[in-house]
């Protein structure tokens, strides 16, 4: 393979590398640093982007493709062609500008690194989407899209319109990647393949798929809803509360874009049918008249903008769903011209408010006094949304009525298509002259927030400068500067040569510039009609004011949480946690033997050969304990807890006594490590105060025999799908493969640890994830946890010893181990380094004899468990600094770079390799790229655990903290 695919790893990656390295830069003082990183990382995003057009021109496609999950037909595939190469200028280009842009218009007190961190995230997912060659993969990609919007539009989170704007544009562009999901599984099944070019080369056969119109449905929905297309477009107009360059950026080329991108990239396999333009032309129309028709009538120049993009994307949506080649050329010309002047009257908008304090267009007026310069730009910018001659909007909406003029299905929305487009195209000339007219024009402005408007910095200005020439430029001379770029796109869209169209500025006297005329003359006339009621209105259009999408969103939640979910509680939900435990088990009973049923697994008779006696004492000794446990837990937690330990050691002797030394090992180190965990957080609980003597009613008495009988189910369900395990029967080769293969391919002699980190190592990479989740899900339910009012106090030992060291006050508790404890202290710090080294040395044998970096990590934690045991939390904490989330965020990165490696020798993902090295002094080592996964593990086991850990410790500083506040109230009272 070539270098030029590799393009695109580089491409998709870069983005969240910066993202990565932006969010490290949350202590800096600097504020350009940040800055730098991020248009460091969007400019070289951008030239990446231009070298690949040499390898896209003509029709053909850059691809890259490694090996994901080749079994399920899901490869990691990436691939560019002309249209996904003008999409990501695009994203690159503007984000580039946004950058610039948002370095002035961010205050002091803004969070800049964390800003620049979403922002460069939010890049790398839509470059995903644009470039994804698979459509799971863009699914993925689809939903990243909508959780980094949801950051970024809650920037400012202390703002409750931003909070609710995020939460509402999350929710239904959330529920529409789900539908998203839905079609593009269904579309796999159809075409027998999940691989975009198979699917595009298909057309044909999914129109005649009897799953075509389910597959269409749930596709449009995932692009309608992220579009912000009727009945889903409430939505964006919510989420101006972000910050400008957000706005500019989401608005032009990026987040609303995503929906129409989807749908061009899909016409050649669905568009066609009479379904598709139904569906789609309709849902286009509404929203383009609709749209346009909101934005007249809207006091905030964002709320304006807002709307106008709701209204162009209609047009974009109404354009695609005709089914015309010609129409396609235009709904991609209008996608760029639109990210054009939409993203300069945006940062226009933002120049405004950052220089005026505000957005209303009824306290603004004659700021082209104070700001010409802005003033013009944002004037031609305008023009350029209303469709003025000599400008780049002109061209594609002439385009747009050239098309609606055709005549493409034999219905009423084809025929009442040229109407609707003269139509809001006059709403367009009336909003955008409104805001050249209000805010420009007019006496100076009184009572602002900000006194003394002025022209912002000249780096600032600068994006809109740009970007208006570009407006200007394509409005001119289109042929020369976007006729090869549009051609390209357009071809790599239809798979075939794209039709002949004229970008020239003047086409003679004919229809679509008559309706033209109209709209422009119409839309004059209908702003200064209507301009007296626009002075003094309230925000929102006339007829439709009080139908407003956000509140009935805000009913539909209010009904499916509050009523529907306060109901369902009320019938299955209880805050007792024996019942909540007894649906769980109950579920992962049932869970276990469905599939069994189902699947008609049958039990072969075991043939005995004869049971050792002292291994069958063993195992009645660990069924004893069992048994007490779960009878004592009610009675002495301590003494079942014991006992639970027992019962560990005996399955730790049964792994011995079967020749399985590394699970030997494993279990005997979770047991020490939870144990010790459980026994921490047994303190906080509150006390179980048993009668003896206590009435048992016939209810508690029902309720004890059904949890016996779901225990019994349960151990019998677990017992009787073991016996079927180890009954049924396994082809030899499976044992022999890994046997034969372990150090050959793997380059090591412990088969066990091979298997984990080399050929099942993505099962492993998923489980320490997992493991990870759970550290910090736990970590977050410890912090908000408040233990019981009687919980265990403070150890008598320890009252004692603090009463000993306040009598001493040239001694600090902190600088010698504790009297009481003194020497089982002193024993577990100087086992510290033994035990560290033991850790390295589990971790270094792993690959070859028992061991590996889950007991080393294990290992390391009971290291560091201990120094909490003997001196204390303030005392381990002031000289061991941990950093266990560093420490799980590293093992998680270092495991998954290691697969990703791979990818760049031309191997699938977490394939290993292995070598000897000669080392100076030591000859020759076996060495493999697995022990480096294997140190992710090790780094992530380290991290979860010490997390926990610190979590339980934390509750008694907490819990000492909350008294000694309390005694000093009481005192001051």
Same mark, same amino acid.
């Given at each position: ?464 400068? *740009?970007? @208006? ?5 394509? &409005? !001119?001379? /289109?042929?020369?500067? %976007?006729?090869?770029? +549009?051609? #390209? =796109? ?110 008609? *697994?049958? @039990? ?5 050969? &004869? !049971?050792? /006696?002292?291994?069958? %004492?063993?195992?009645? +000794?660990? #069924? =004893? ?130 298997? +984990? ?217």
């Amino acid at each position: 393979m070539t270098f030029e695919p590799y393009l695109l790893v580089l491409l998709l990656a870069l983005p969240f590398i910066g993202s990565l390295v932006s969010g490290l830069l949350l202590n800096t003082t600097s504020r350009d640093l940040p800055v730098f990183v991020a248009g460091g990382v969007a400019l070289a995003s951008l030239c990446l982007t231009t070298i690949a057009y040499a390898y896209v021109t003509s029709g053909n496609v850059l691809r890259f493709e490694a090996e994901w999950l080749p079994q399920l037909g899901l490869n990691f595939t990436l691939r560019m062609d002309g249209f996904a190469w003008i999409f990501s200028m695009l994203v690159t280009a503007i984000g580039f500008l946004v950058v610039l842009y948002a370095r002035y218009y961010m205050g002091d007190d803004d969070p800049i690194p964390r800003f620049f961190s979403f922002l460069l995230a939010f890049m790398g997912a839509m470059l995903g989407i644009i470039i994804s060659g698979n459509v799971i993969l863009l699914s993925i990609f689809w939903e990243l899209t909508s959780i980094f919007s949801f950051l970024l539009i809650s920037y400012w989170h202390h703002i409750p319109s931003a909070r609710d704007g995020a939460r509402m544009a999350l929710t239904i562009t959330g529920i529409g990647g789900f539908c998203l999901l839905i079609g593009m599984l269904l579309l796999g099944n159809i075409v027998g393949s999940y691989d975009l070019d198979k699917i595009l080369a298909s057309g044909d056969a999914i129109r005649a798929h009897a799953l075509y119109l389910p597959t269409l449905i749930f596709i449009l929905l995932g692009a309608l809803t992220k579009s912000a297309q009727f009945p889903f477009h409430f939505w964006l107009p919510n989420a101006m509360a972000a910050p400008t360059p957000v706005s500019a950026y989401l608005h032009s080329a990026t987040l609303v874009k995503a929906g129409v991108f989807l749908l061009a990239r899909l016409w050649p396999a669905l568009a066609g049918t009479y379904e598709w333009f139904f569906l789609l032309g309709a849902a286009g129309m509404l929203t383009l008249l609709l749209g346009a028709y909101f934005a007249v009538f809207q006091r905030d120049l964002k709320g304006l903008l807002a709307y106008s993009t709701i209204s162009h994307l209609g047009l974009i949506t109404t354009l695609l769903s005709l089914g015309s080649p010609l129409a396609m050329v235009a709904a991609i010309f209008h996608m760029l011209n639109h990210a054009t002047f939409k993203a300069s009257l945006f940062m226009a908008a933002g120049i405004i408010d950052h220089e005026t304090g505000t957005r209303d267009m009824q306290r603004l007026s004659g700021l082209f006094r104070y700001l010409p310069f802005t003033a013009t730009l944002a004037m031609v910018a305008s023009a350029a949304m209303a469709g003025v001659p000599l400008l780049n909007g002109f061209l594609s909406k002439e385009m747009f009525f050239a098309e609606a003029v055709e005549t493409h299905a034999d219905s009423l929305l084809d025929s009442i298509l040229p109407y609707v487009a003269t139509l809001a195209s006059a709403f367009s000339v009336t909003y955008s002259l409104r805001f050249i007219h209000t805010v420009f024009f007019g006496p100076p402005p009184v009572d602002l927030p900000k006194p003394k408007p002025h022209e912002p910095p000249r780096w600032m200005r600068f994006p809109v400068e *740009f970007l @208006v020439v570009v407006c200007l430029v394509v &409005g !001119i001379v /289109p042929s020369l500067s %976007i006729g090869p770029f +549009l051609d #390209t =796109a357009v071809t790599s869209v239809l798979g075939t040569r794209a039709p002949e169209f004229s970008l020239a500025v003047w086409h003679g006297f004919n229809l679509p510039l008559l309706m033209s005329f109209i709209a422009l003359i119409g839309g004059t006339v209908l702003y200064f009609a209507l301009k007296p009621y626009l002075s003094c209105c309230q925000d929102g259009p006339p007829f439709f004011r009080r139908l407003r999408g956000q509140r009935i969103f805000e009913r539909v939640l209010v009904t499916v949480s509050w009523r529907w979910a306060r109901m369902a509680e009320s019938r299955i939900g209880t805050r007792n946690l024996q019942p909540q435990l007894r649906w769980v088990v109950a579920t992962g009973f049932m869970a276990g033997l469905l599939p069994l049923l189902l699947s008609g *697994f049958e @039990v072969r008779p075991l043939a005995f050969s &004869g !049971i050792d /006696p002292a291994f069958a %004492i063993v195992w009645l +000794l660990g #069924t =004893a304990l069992a048994i007490g446990a779960a009878y004592l837990a009610k009675y002495h937690r301590l003494a079942a807890l014991v006992m639970l330990g027992g019962v560990g050691l005996i399955v730790c002797i049964t792994f011995v006594w079967l020749s399985a030394p590394d699970l030997a090992i494993t279990q005997l180190l979770v047991e020490i490590v939870t144990t010790v965990l459980i026994l921490l957080g047994l303190r906080w609980l509150p006390k179980r105060n048993v009668d003896v003597g206590e009435v048992i009613t016939l209810r508690s008495r029902f309720r004890r025999f059904r949890d016996l009988l779901l225990a019994i189910a349960c151990g019998v369900g677990m017992s009787f799908i073991a016996f079927a395990v180890m009954t049924m029967p396994v082809p030899d080769a499976i044992a022999t493969y890994f046997l034969d293969n372990a150090y050959e391919q793997g380059g090591g002699r412990n088969v066990v640890n091979v298997i +984990l980190v080399d050929f099942r190592g993505f099962d492993t990479l998923g489980e320490i994830a997992v493991l990870g989740v759970v550290a910090l899900t736990v970590y977050a339910l410890l912090r908000r946890f408040r233990p019981a009012a009687d919980s265990i106090d403070m150890p008598e030992q320890q009252r004692i010893q603090n009463r000993f060291d306040e009598e001493r006050p040239e001694r600090s508790p902190g600088d010698t181990v504790r009297d009481y404890l003194l020497v089982p202290s002193v024993i577990m710090q100087w086992l510290f380094p033994v035990i560290l080294t033991l850790s390295v040395y589990l971790f270094m044998r792993g690959h070859d004899m028992p061991g590996g970096g889950f007991s080393a990590g294990l290992t390391l934690s009971i290291a560091f468990l201990l120094q909490y045991l003997a001196g204390g939390t303030r005392w381990a904490e002031d000289r061991i600094r941990i950093l266990p989330v560093r420490w799980m965020g590293g093992g998680l990165l270092i495991a998954a770079a290691t697969g990703i490696g791979a990818w760049f020798l031309g191997y699938p993902f977490l394939t290993s390799h292995s070598r000897y090295l000669d080392l100076p002094l030591i000859g020759k080592v076996p060495a493999a790229t697995a022990l480096l996964f294997d140190l992710g593990v090790f780094a992530l086991v380290v991290g979860s655990t010490v997390l926990i850990m610190v979590a339980l410790a934390h509750q008694s500083i907490r819990n000492n903290r909350l008294k000694a506040i309390g005694a000093a109230k009481v005192e001051d009272s």
